[in-house]
């Protein structure tokens, strides 16, 4: 494989002039062919979408951030410059890859484990009683569709969507909420009247018509936020910081046991850790707009992290009793439509570790020599 990616390097090289016989090569290789397609399609839409990269600016600063990676973890470490490294990274992506980055020492429990039941998508009245509803589906998308449809004055419903379901709800003043595994949503059939408001526990990514007149407020146990028209995301376990990240647009955060809310421009996240203490920060949204549109996406993030996710949004327990393995990072996008085997297919192409389903549960282990 390296010197299968030292080739493809050479001929991607600004300039590089290919010999008669690595023309023959490129033409008679379907592997060494499909990656310089990749790394010329990432490098164009890298150019185009971030610009120049400062090669030896990127090179210092990722050893800087990563004192103990070895030599023998970067590919001609000595002679490629970032760039290249950045490309190849961003070509894996766009292919459905995934790109392993330096595992990281850390003092967490490293057995994952975890264990969901079998339920189906419900919207149900005060009372607990299922109403009907009328979902929509296709084969292109990642979500099933509602569409709610206002009932009586003073009714109150609340939308299950169980681990192993997402749902795209739409409310209606035509807002849209993309509802995330084990995530619970509240509304009032007199909802858009006189205020829009929901409950949510879990995480959901809303897209909000603007009306001035009328603000959007989601509500959780921990925190209030109040909208015009926007697009942000919530996210609101119990057992877990509840984070806001604003995409477009602009919130207002009201913490419920602080009288002065927080308001946070696109780009930006606050965090109410389970310590009580508030932060705000920049962050990367793409993981977010990229769920809205169907895709998992994952950059330099934690194995154990990917597979708490695919846990639920597959309804599936994961198991991992080897430490080290649960701390690579990776660099992974894949459609959200794609069945469990062919996600695991995706991990086990890097051949660093194993993930096979057993039963109802993905075990994680070593590849075998």
Request: proline fraction near 4%; include cysteine.
């Given at each position: 494989m390296k010197e299968l990616t030292d080739e493809m390097l050479d001929i991607m090289e600004p300039g590089a002039m290919l010999t008669d016989e690595q023309l023959q090569r490129l033409e008679s290789d379907a592997e060494l062919l499909e990656g310089c397609e990749d790394i010329f399609m990432a490098s164009r839409l890298l150019a185009q979408e971030q610009g120049t990269v400062d090669a030896e600016q990127a090179?210092?600063?990722?050893?800087k951030e990563h004192p103990l990676c070895k030599p023998e973890h970067s590919v001609r470490a000595s002679v490629l410059s970032a760039r290249f490294k950045y490309i190849l990274a961003a070509a894996a992506v766009f292919i459905g890859a995934i790109v392993l980055l330096m595992p990281r020492k850390n003092a967490e429990d490293n057995k994952l484990a975890q264990e969901y039941s079998r339920q189906q998508i419900s919207i149900s009245n005060a009372k607990g009683k299922e109403m009907a509803m009328n979902m929509?589906?296709?084969?292109?998308?990642?979500?099933?569709?509602?569409?709610?449809?206002?009932?009586?004055?003073?009714?109150?419903y609340v939308v299950n969507v169980p681990y192993g379901q997402s749902l795209e709800l739409v409310l209606p003043d035509s807002s849209q909420v993309f509802l995330h595994p084990g995530s619970e949503l509240a509304y009032s059939s007199g909802y858009g009247k006189a205020k829009r408001e929901v409950k949510l526990k879990?995480?959901?990514y809303f897209v909000v018509t603007k009306?001035?007149?009328?603000?959007?407020?989601?509500?959780?146990?921990?925190?209030?936020?109040?909208?015009?028209?926007?697009?942000?995301?919530?996210t609101s376990y119990s057992d877990l910081s509840e984070k806001v990240t604003l995409v477009k647009g602009s919130v207002s955060v009201q913490?419920?046991?602080?009288?002065?809310?927080?308001?946070?421009?696109?780009?930006?996240?606050?965090?109410?850790?389970?310590?009580?203490?508030?932060?705000?920060?920049?962050?990367?949204?793409?993981?977010?707009?990229?769920?809205?549109?169907?895709?998992?996406?994952?950059?330099?993030?934690?194995?154990?992290?990917i597979l708490k996710v695919m846990g639920r949004c597959y309804n599936v327990g994961v198991e991992c009793h080897e430490p080290q393995l649960l701390?690579?990072?990776?660099r992974f996008i894949i459609p959200r439509n794609k069945d469990i085997h062919y996600v695991l297919e995706m991990i086990n192409r890097m051949q660093k570790v194993n993930a096979e389903l057993q039963g109802n549960t993905i075990l994680v282990t070593t590849v075998d020599d």
């Amino acid at each position: 494989m390296k010197e299968l990616t030292d080739e493809m390097l050479d001929i991607m090289e600004p300039g590089a002039m290919l010999t008669d016989e690595q023309l023959q090569r490129l033409e008679s290789d379907a592997e060494l062919l499909e990656g310089c397609e990749d790394i010329f399609m990432a490098s164009r839409l890298l150019a185009q979408e971030q610009g120049t990269v400062d090669a030896e600016q990127a090179l210092e600063q990722f050893h800087k951030e990563h004192p103990l990676c070895k030599p023998e973890h970067s590919v001609r470490a000595s002679v490629l410059s970032a760039r290249f490294k950045y490309i190849l990274a961003a070509a894996a992506v766009f292919i459905g890859a995934i790109v392993l980055l330096m595992p990281r020492k850390n003092a967490e429990d490293n057995k994952l484990a975890q264990e969901y039941s079998r339920q189906q998508i419900s919207i149900s009245n005060a009372k607990g009683k299922e109403m009907a509803m009328n979902m929509t589906t296709s084969a292109n998308q990642a979500d099933r569709k509602v569409v709610v449809e206002t009932v009586g004055e003073d009714e109150k419903y609340v939308v299950n969507v169980p681990y192993g379901q997402s749902l795209e709800l739409v409310l209606p003043d035509s807002s849209q909420v993309f509802l995330h595994p084990g995530s619970e949503l509240a509304y009032s059939s007199g909802y858009g009247k006189a205020k829009r408001e929901v409950k949510l526990k879990g995480e959901a990514y809303f897209v909000v018509t603007k009306n001035a007149a009328c603000p959007f407020i989601v509500s959780t146990s921990r925190s209030q936020t109040t909208v015009y028209g926007t697009e942000f995301n919530v996210t609101s376990y119990s057992d877990l910081s509840e984070k806001v990240t604003l995409v477009k647009g602009s919130v207002s955060v009201q913490m419920r046991d602080q009288q002065q809310p927080v308001k946070i421009q696109p780009g930006q996240q606050i965090s109410l850790h389970r310590t009580g203490m508030i932060s705000v920060n920049a962050v990367d949204t793409e993981p977010f707009v990229s769920w809205r549109d169907g895709y998992f996406y994952f950059d330099n993030t934690e194995l154990s992290d990917i597979l708490k996710v695919m846990g639920r949004c597959y309804n599936v327990g994961v198991e991992c009793h080897e430490p080290q393995l649960l701390k690579y990072h990776m660099r992974f996008i894949i459609p959200r439509n794609k069945d469990i085997h062919y996600v695991l297919e995706m991990i086990n192409r890097m051949q660093k570790v194993n993930a096979e389903l057993q039963g109802n549960t993905i075990l994680v282990t070593t590849v075998d020599d």
